[in-house]
């Protein structure tokens, strides 16, 4: 099941497969989802390079639940779990 | 009087190495320190440090102290927090460096670029490092360091640390700034960064990278390739468990040849020290209570390195990462964290570096439970008991077409550590997290780097070293006392009993008896546990001091001894009882610094103590019971 943000361009990283391939479009971090703060869970997105327009692409999906997933971000590889990455916008290629 | 001067010239510059964790800062601080380097903890915590003097080309000597890997000065972490403590000079009993070296990885330059705006701001001068620069040309990355300095407004210069002339260019440059003095700190401006400062940062070494970085084509084929098999949802967990296989069965079956010979060894110095002392209690305490219980700890020192060098090989290679990627849901569904796979995985070499590990783990409830359950896994201290035990009481034959059965019942044994660690924390979960949200999961996933043998070697050394020390001191000084109770009070005249039924150890053994029966321990395996609470190898050496006294011991073999003395449901109990037994001082003490009191630690004491209890009374009670039944 892929997801479409509201505003119809834009993809949630989470719920996407491998072989994803787009750019940042933008990080919405929301309180209450997982244990850390919206703002430090946004801080430590970026700090790994989830910065608008960061090209994307997902590479690996883990062997239970195809959770967690593996990122392309620009040059570096990132592992993530789904839920984090669904702070995570991206616009398809 | 001194004056300013001379003062000034007599205190030696400090430098210190900043970088993210997998930067190479460790090889680089090899590379600059040589063998001088002094391994000790940042007062306080039990965060490692490590410091050593380098003597650059022209003479100028520096100390250099390698601090905690890094991605930022917003400390998460331990580790982190250390880092910027001595960073911004904030840390008691620590100097505030003179200047600082920033180590990047040359093929992942985004991250350090970002961390050089963060220094900057701390003050303190500082050079940046594009370390592995010999992988990055190999890759097709080219670096204009001049125009890369030029950018970020501090001095850039390239080194591949693992390679003697890859340091050149650095030695070089320190030369120069220690000639030149190095200059004075400037005012301290760093704050915490808002995800706006963040941001800023991130794009703005991006535009340095895009203006003095040229990138290939096809950026890291190698790595992407390799992880198409170690990442594959159904290969690379067959792999990981073919490894952690491997390591076992080379453990057990590798180490046998080196063991036999360490063994041969000490039984002739025995023997010779039996030939020259005249008979009697010196004889007794030189022969089976120092040559012998030290000579059965020191055997399992072949198969404590093959354990730490394949532990340190896949930390080498990138390959821990990825290891906890392929577990993070399997982990996940027991309350851990992806990330506690790692210090999971030191456990099987030894708790204490295991529970340190957690350090890397932010979130405390995640760590803690970590803590708790990391003295399950099967440490190496484990392996001499295990090994004496399937020695005496499992054939050594073949099953399924080839493969030991011996190993494999190790195997069985290591899987019951990691089923219950596993249980244990999903209890955990369930009686007292419910609810809890999750902690997320984000963490890089490094290139994969080939080991290089120095640093691997270095690291072997080290733990070698802590093993024979810890032989030398802590086991050494059991081993005298286990000799003393075993021997003393000596039976009286006319005695008809093996002499050992009359010693103290006997008394404290059969005290503890009446506890211990329902599980089939006699008075000698109560006593063996007594003394394994210095160190659980010492158990085995107790049990071959008190067989060795008691007089059924004759070729040096405790193992066929124990098989003549135990019954099967005894033997398998003890191994039962130490699969979860909290059988090491030194672990509760880690535990108690670790968790910040002493209250995890009697937690830990508590559980894992009735655990072992039930699990040998199972077994025994079954196997008692399956054998009268047969």
Known sequence: MQHTAPDGTTRVLGTERKGFRGRLARIETTEGIGRLPAEEQERRLIELGFVEGAVLEVLHEGPIGRDPIAVRVGSAMVALRRSDAMAILARPD | ?630
């Open chain 2, 1 to 630: 009087m001194k004056d300013a001067i001379t003062e000034a010239a007599a205190r030696q510059i400090e430098v210190a190495l900043v970088g993210a964790p997998n930067c190479g800062k460790t090889a680089l601080f090899n590379a600059l320190t040589g063998s001088s380097q002094r391994v000790g903890n940042f007062s306080g915590v039990t965060v490692e440090r490590k410091a050593g003097i380098a003597t650059t080309p022209e003479g100028r000597r520096m100390t250099v102290i390698d601090l905690p890997g890094t991605h930022s000065l917003r400390a998460r972490s331990l580790d982190e927090e250390v880092t910027r403590d001595v960073v911004l000079g904030q840390r008691d009993g620590e100097a505030r460096p003179d200047f600082l070296l920033v180590v990047a990885d040359a093929t992942n330059l985004r991250g350090a670029l970002r961390l050089v705006t963060e220094l900057k701001r701390a003050g303190l001068p500082l050079m940046l490092v594009l370390n592995m620069i010999d992988i990055a040309r190999h890759r097709g990355i080219e670096i204009d360091e001049d125009a890369m300095a030029k950018a970020l407004g501090v001095p850039v210069v390239s080194a591949t640390a693992v390679r003697r002339a890859g340091m050149e260019a650095l030695w070089a440059r320190l030369d120069e700034i220690l000639a030149a003095g190095v200059a004075a700190p400037g005012p301290m401006q760093w704050t915490p960064p808002t995800t706006g400062e963040l941001r800023r940062a991130l794009h703005a070494a991006d535009d340095v990278i895009a203006q003095t970085v040229r990138l290939p084509e096809l950026p890291h084929t190698f790595s992407t390739r390799v992880d198409r098999v170690l990442l594959n949802p159904v290969a690379g967990p067959i792999v990981l468990l073919m490894l952690l296989f491997a390591m076992f069965q080379a453990v057990f079956a590798g180490a046998a040849p080196a063991m036999d010979l360490i063994s041969e060894g000490f039984g002739w110095l025995g023997a010779v020290f039996a030939a020259i002392l005249p008979a009697g209690l010196i004889e007794s305490f030189v022969v089976d209570g120092v040559i012998g219980g030290v000579g059965s700890v020191l055997v399992f020192l072949p198969q404590i390195l093959i354990l730490f060098t394949f532990i340190l090989i896949l930390e080498d290679l990138g390959y821990m990462a990825r290891a906890a990627f392929l577990m993070d849901r399997l982990m996940g569904g027991a309350g851990l964290h992806g990330r506690a796979f790692i210090p999971l995985l030191s456990s099987f070499a030894c708790a204490i570096p295991g529970i340190m590990a957690t350090r890397v783990i932010d979130d405390r409830r995640d760590r803690l439970t970590t803590i708790l359950v990391a003295p399950l896994m099967t440490c190496s201290a484990r392996i001499p008991v295990y090994t004496l035990i399937i020695a005496a009481f499992v054939p050594k034959t073949t099953v399924l077409g080839g493969i030991g059965l011996q190993g494999l019942v190790m195997f069985g044994l290591y899987a019951a550590g990691i089923t219950s660690a596993l249980a244990v924390s999903a209890v955990t979960r369930l009686l007292f997290r419910r609810g809890e949200l999750a902690a997320p999961l984000m963490m890089d996933l490094p290139d994969y780097k080939m080991p290089q043998a120095r640093s691997i070697l270095l690291g072997i050394w080290q733990r070698a070293r802590m093993f024979l020390k810890r032989a030398g001191t802590t086991i050494f000084l059991a081993m005298v006392a286990i000799w003393l109770l075993a021997t003393f009070p000596m039976p009286p005249d006319g005695a008809t009993g093996p002499a050992i039924e009359y010693s103290f150890a006997a008394r404290l053994g059969h005290l503890i008896e009446p506890l211990m029966a329902p599980v089939g321990f006699g008075w000698e395996i109560c006593m063996a546990l007594i003394t394994g609470m210095a160190a659980r190898e010492v158990a085995v050496a107790g049990l071959a001091t008190v067989y060795a006294v008691g007089g059924t011991e004759t070729t040096g073999h405790i193992a066929s001894a124990l098989s003549q003395q135990w019954s099967l449901a005894t033997a398998l109990a003890f191994l039962a009882w130490y699969v979860f037994a909290p059988q090491c001082i030194s672990t509760l003490a880690v535990i108690r610094r670790e968790a910040g009191g002493p209250r995890y630690m009697w937690i830990a004491l508590g559980y894992m103590m009735a655990l072992a209890w039930i699990a040998a009374f199972i077994t025994y009670n079954v196997t008692a019971f399956l054998m009268g039944a047969g």
